[in-house]
């Protein structure tokens, strides 16, 4: 057990460090750096653009009006942010075993995980972030804010990064059975941020309940901004589901932990 | 105890293949079986073998990145797949035809990231960079980035990199693939003064059997997943069943020389090769030959390890 605590108090320190090297690396090539940084804020920044345009044209989506539906897409937004910017790099496990990097990895005393997640750290990866908290901050400016809301909206978004960042773990971890299966990965982590940048009071109700208990990503915004703005569930699920995101979160977690390991031994087992 | 410890060590890979439609047929294969072995500290020896006979299954198994089927295994009291982490601090591992270094910084970055990492104590690293660099001749490559580097200057890169933390086992995979032959040359002489001055073991595999005339006192050759020799180079050309050969050119064109021991393979005008067992003097042969035939000249033809060890896998 404490061992287990020694590895998980040095594992930061030992990310920054891998991680530092890498923002060094793209450093080396610094106009590439700047124009990719570039063009990844301009590209989150048209994403909002469009999705601000359309809801000008009809006015609201289902009764939220453009604020709300910026808190939601803010919220949603800061937690694929950080899951990307901090473990993003997991997607590409499939690649490590390709070319072999993976057994390097392997033979270096620090634990695969930290070494995957910190592998290729991309400081332009900010931007999604930035834009992010910019179009959260812009909508929290209309909130009511209480101090159990203020609470309430500090645990959405610390648990919409871990909620994130268990799903791209959870789902990179099929890449140990299907090489080239990112795309599939792709489509929860990705996919579940595109769902929750709207209301989900417009999707069907079973797409709600499969966001709710199968995929739990609705708990990384949609529970906890009700509650932010005074809603209740169109669909009737309980109100204190708004300050359930960290337990879904610690249990997704645990999954993607109980995934990752599953994954690795799969891979020490077999060697492919 | 030995610092590597192998006993009928097994390893099978299950493989599916598609059999017609949705049906798949599922075949063992076994990678390596019956492994035995064991390698003291400081030994320096040869893994050969040729592809797929089971010599990156079985680093992979030392190295812990493969959990083995059964059998024993330990590296320096630990069992590798269990203690996978605990065991790379006190191991160097190098895969010669990739890079661990950062691609696009100086070595010096990849070097002082490794010096964390490992948590060598600072006086420690300092004192081994200074020899490595010394030794290797890094001097002035130490600030170059790693993609403007040769394949040589990055071999020595990485071969520095998997030795800042003083392990115990070197692991080289291939080290001299792809180099010139002076780098190739150098590089067998580092190893040389490492194994022999710092004691550290080393197990090389390679398909280049001058590395190991060059640098190994004892050779494993394993094919189809089996140790089929181990021992010194001596005894890998005994066991190969070798033979040396005797060119003799005689004056005049004869009829096939007859002397004891040995048996003419070929004759080419006045010239006749003889064969005899490699273990065998050549001394008694050549003077049994002198005093029956004009002989003009004498010469000797070693045996090539090449054919020695194509005779041992043909066997297997």
């Known amino acids: 057990m404490g061992e287990v605590l020694a590895v998980v108090r040095e594992a930061p320190r030992q990310y920054a460090r891998i991680a530092r090297l890498w923002v060094r690396s793209s450093l080396a090539y610094r106009a590439s750096f700047v124009m990719l940084t570039l063009a990844s804020l301009l590209l989150t920044f048209l994403d909002f653009v469009g ?14 009006a453009l604020w709300e539906i910026a808190l939601l897409y803010g919220a949603s937004g800061i937690g694929i942010g950080v899951a990307d910017l901090l473990i993003g790099s997991v997607e590409q496990i499939g690649q490590h075993i390709r070319s072999g990097t993976l057994d390097a990895m392997m033979v270096r005393p620090v634990p695969l995980i930290v070494q995957v997640c910190a592998d290729r750290f991309a400081i332009r990866r900010l931007g999604r972030i930035t834009q992010a908290v910019a179009v959260f901050a812009w909508a929290a400016w209309s909130v009511d804010w209480t101090p159990s809301k203020v609470v309430v909206a500090l645990l959405m978004v610390v648990s919409a990064s871990a909620i994130f960042f268990a799903l791209f773990v959870t789902f990179s971890c099929i890449q140990f059975w299907t090489q080239d299966a990112s795309e599939f990965a792709n489509a929860f982590t990705y996919g579940g941020n595109t769902m929750t940048q709207y209301p989900l009071s417009i999707f069907p109700s079973e797409v709600l309940k499969s966001l709710t208990f199968v995929i739990p990503v609705a708990f990384a915004n949609w529970y906890p901004c009700l509650y932010l703005l005074d809603r209740e569930d169109p669909f009737g699920m309980p109100e204190w589901f708004a300050v359930a995101p960290p337990f879904v979160a610690a249990l997704m977690c645990v999954v993607a932990v109980l995934a990752w390991r599953t994954g690795v031994r799969r891979y020490t087992s077999t060697g492919s | 105890m030995p610092l590597i410890d192998v006993r009928d060590l097994e390893r099978t890979f299950v493989v599916r293949k598609r059999a017609g439609g949705m ?33 990156s299954t079985t680093i992979k198994m030392l190295t812990g990145i493969l959990v083995p089927t059964a059998g024993h295994l330990h590296v320096a009291g630990l069992e590798p797949s269990r203690h996978r982490t605990e065991l790379a601090r006190r191991i160097g591992v190098v895969f010669g035809q990739r890079t661990t270094l950062w691609w696009d910084l100086p070595l010096h970055d990849s070097f002082e990231l490794l010096q964390k990492i490992y948590r060598i104590p600072i006086e420690r690293y300092r004192a081994n960079l200074a020899a490595y660099v010394e030794l290797l001749d890094l001097g002035d490559l130490l600030d170059t980035p790693v993609r403007q580097l040769s394949l040589g200057q990055r071999m020595r890169g990485d071969i520095t990199a998997a030795l800042l933390h003083d392990p115990e086992i070197l692991y080289l995979d291939e080290p001299t693939i792809g180099l010139d032959v002076v780098s190739k040359g150098r590089l067998r002489e580092f190893l040389r003064t490492l194994n022999a001055e710092r004691g550290i073991t080393l197990l090389l595999t390679t398909h280049d059997l001058q590395d190991i005339e060059a640098l190994c006192r004892r050779v494993m050759v394993i094919d189809h997943g089996t140790l089929v ?11 190969g069943g070798s033979t040396r050969t005797l060119v003799v050119d005689l004056l ?42 004009a002989v003009a000249d004498l010469s000797i033809q070693e045996p090539e390890i090449e054919d020695v060890i194509r005779d041992l896998y043909g066997r297997a």
């Open chain 1, 51 to 64: 999705l601000a345009l359309m809801l000008h044209l009809i006015g609201d989506l289902d009764g939220f």
């Open chain 2, 23 to 55: 049906r798949r047929t599922r075949t063992e294969v076994h990678a390596v079986r019956d492994l035995t072995f064991s390698v003291e500290a400081g030994e320096m020896v040869g893994y050969i073998g040729p592809n797929g006979a089971g010599k």
């Open chain 2, 229 to 239: 020799f181990d021992g010194d180079l001596a005894a890998l050309h005994r066991k």
């Open chain 2, 252 to 293: 005049d064109e004869a009829a096939p020389i007859e002397v004891p021991g040995a048996t003419v393979r070929r004759v080419e005008g006045p010239r006749q090769w003889l064969s005899f067992p490699s273990d065998a003097s050549a001394a008694p042969i050549i003077s049994a030959v002198a005093a029956s035939y």
